[in-house]
């Protein structure tokens, strides 16, 4: 846990937060919504500590007994809200976590804050009883749903909620990030912020992540031999990267950014626009050998396989027919 300034991007929420303290306009009730990994939880917990910072000057001190109370999650003020169920919140989680308890004023601090993670997961039967609270709350009450996908609240909840949305961080802004705080070589740093498309949390497991490394190897070589492999290998190759647990919308991404960067380069004949910087060569002997219709079939049908396997269509004949296009363009 962590106060403001740790956290990368998200500066139009922040400030947003800040100026509410700082003119006492603290809603009663906040929907923070953004996909796993982008910092919802990390953005509740710091406007949290902005709130119980007993020294109330903008940013959390992160010195005073509220900050390190909140630090060390112990504040009686501020409530993570749990459940037992793993896919469901229900109506006794809020019930009893927090229906039965916010009419208690808060013990050391002007507010009382309850955060609840995977907030879509609520019941409708959850939702209709927090609905209740968030109608009439305590005037020191603050509730915060942490979400990956707000549509699953009801309406009446949505227009209750002041609704924030987290944005991708900027590709330079998280480069630099991995550069400065992981060591990360810049060629690398590229890749896996082209990859995790700005969400910080994605970008950081991808940079520590053994699994994301030996996809990577396979991956590169499949792309590199895809003319020389026929149809079955290359499904067997595919097969076996599966039965060891490797995302296969992973690595379609990756065949994205591969195709991406050939194009770019057969366009721009610009080393510094690639991703796979190192993979130069290689492209290269791409660029040569493939048309533009071609690499736009190839991107077409890497799309194609994307929509088809979330709709469950037969996984092997996606990728042969997906594979075919690779190899004849």
């Not at 007994?65 to 469901?88: F, N, Q, R, T, W």
């Not at 509730?143 to 609704?163: G, H, Y």
């Not at 498309?197 to 895809?226: P, W």
Request: with cysteine; charged share 25%.
């Amino acid at each position: 846990m962590a106060g403001f300034d740790d956290i990368l991007g998200q500066d139009s929420i922040k400030e947003y937060f800040l100026h509410a303290a700082e003119n006492n306009h603290v809603s009663h009730a906040y929907i923070l919504s953004g996909e796993e990994g982008m910092g919802k939880m990390a953005l509740a917990q710091g406007f949290a500590m902005v709130l119980l910072c007993e020294k109330q000057n903008g940013k959390p001190c992160m010195e005073c007994h509220g900050c390190k109370m909140a630090l060390a999650k112990s504040h009686p003020d501020l409530i993570y809200v749990s459940h037992e169920k793993p896919a469901s919140i229900g109506v006794n989680d809020v019930r009893e976590q927090i229906q039965d308890t916010i009419s208690v004023k808060p013990y050391s601090s002007p507010y009382k804050i309850y955060i609840i993670d995977e907030a879509e997961k609520m019941t409708v039967q959850a939702q209709n009883a927090l609905l209740k609270t968030i109608e009439e709350p305590p005037s020191y009450a603050v509730i915060m749903l942490l979400t990956e996908n707000q549509e699953a609240f009801l309406p009446t909840i949505l227009s209750r909620c002041v609704q924030l949305k987290l944005k991708p961080v900027k590709d330079s802004d998280a480069k630099r990030y991995l550069t400065e705080h992981f060591q990360v070589p810049e060629e690398k740093a590229d890749i896996y912020t082209a990859f995790a498309r700005g969400n910080i949390g994605k970008m950081i497991k991808l940079a520590t992540s053994e699994k994301f490394q030996d996809m990577y190897d396979r991956m590169v070589y499949l792309l590199k031999h895809i003319k020389t492999m026929d149809i079955s290998e290359l499904l067997d190759y595919i097969k076996k990267m599966k039965e060891e647990d490797v995302d296969i919308f992973d690595c379609l991404d990756f065949m994205q950014l591969w195709y991406r960067d050939v194009v770019m380069y057969k366009v721009t004949r610009d080393i510094n626009l690639m991703i796979f910087k190192n993979e130069h060569n290689a492209i290269n002997e791409i660029c040569e050998k493939s048309g533009y219709d071609g690499l736009e079939l190839i991107l077409q049908s890497i799309d194609k396989a994307k929509v088809r396997l979330n709709a469950n269509v037969n996984q092997d004949l996606t990728l042969e027919l997906m594979l075919l296009t690779m190899k004849e363009n």
